[in-house]
T-cell receptor
Framework: QKEVEQNSGPLSVPEGAIASLNCTYS??????FFWYRQYSGKSPELIMF??SNGDKEDGRFTAQLNKASQYVSLLIRDSQPSDSATYLCAVKDSNYQLIWGAGTKLIIKP | GAGVSQSPSNKVTEKGKDVELRCDPISGHTALYWYRQSLGQGLEFLIY????????KSGLPSDRFSAERTGGSVSTLTIQRTQQEDSAVYLCASSPGQGGNNQPQHFGDGTRLSIL
């Protein structure tokens, strides 16, 4: 059973601080990795994806991938209250199937 | 450009009735997915279509659930003899294809189904 695991949270971070969200996966042959944000009552929206080891930055967001340790993380710099949402990690495995984590609820406190 | 379109946005029906949910994917996207999300829960995969290939139905929870995709575009998810546990948000997503790395799924706004 291929798995993607995330801490369900809630993760509480003060406004302006760095929020760090983590995701681990079981299939070592996984190909690509996606972070989605889901506001309450809304559908998931893609934030960014990464498929090479290292960091990928897009504005206030940085995705970090470590295939050897089988984890991917999302850093949000200068956190804003509008970043409060559930963050879903999705991993495309060696069979190109997309496996979803259950999500981490992030709360940014003003 | 147009995103994934789902209809209806909300559906309330009585237990035992049949319902049909519609998804119109992004133009040119060959892959289409249906998910279910209960309140406060993660995404539950239901079914996946890729081009003209046989669909992956491995996530359908019972034989009351079925889906079809006509002409490789619009998809309909049908739930027969609805039960209260079918109440959830049904999400449709599409992507350019299945293989390859950078093929993110793009979601519609979902259909909120409530069974009385």
């Amino acid at each position: 059973q291929k798995e993607v695991e995330q801490n369900s949270g809630p993760l509480s971070v003060p406004e302006g601080a760095i929020a760090s969200l983590n995701c681990t996966y079981s299939d070592r042959g996984s190909q690509s990795f996606f972070w989605y944000r889901q506001y309450s009552g809304k559908s998931p929206e893609l934030i960014m994806f990464i498929y090479s080891n290292g960091d990928k930055e897009d504005g206030r967001f940085t995705a970090q991938l470590n295939k050897a340790s089988q984890y991917v993380s999302l850093l949000i710099r200068d956190s804003q209250p509008s970043d409060s949402a559930t963050y879903l990690c999705a991993v495309k495995d060696s069979n190109y199937q997309l496996i979803w984590g259950a999500g981490t609820k992030l709360i940014i406190k003003p | 450009g147009a995103g994934v379109s789902q209809s209806p946005s909300n559906k309330v029906t009585e237990k035992g009735k049949d319902v049909e949910l519609r998804c119109d994917p992004i133009s040119g996207h060959t892959a289409l997915y249906w998910y279910r999300q209960s309140l406060g829960q993660g995404l539950e995969f239901l079914i996946y279509f890729q081009g003209n290939s046989a669909p992956d139905k491995s996530g359908l929870p019972s034989d009351r659930f079925s889906a079809e995709r006509t002409g490789g575009s619009v998809s309909t998810l049908t739930i027969q003899r609805t039960q209260q546990e079918d109440s959830a948000v049904y999400l449709c997503a599409s992507s350019p294809g299945q293989g390859g790395n950078n093929q993110p799924q793009h979601f519609g706004d979902g259909t909120r189904l409530s069974i009385l």
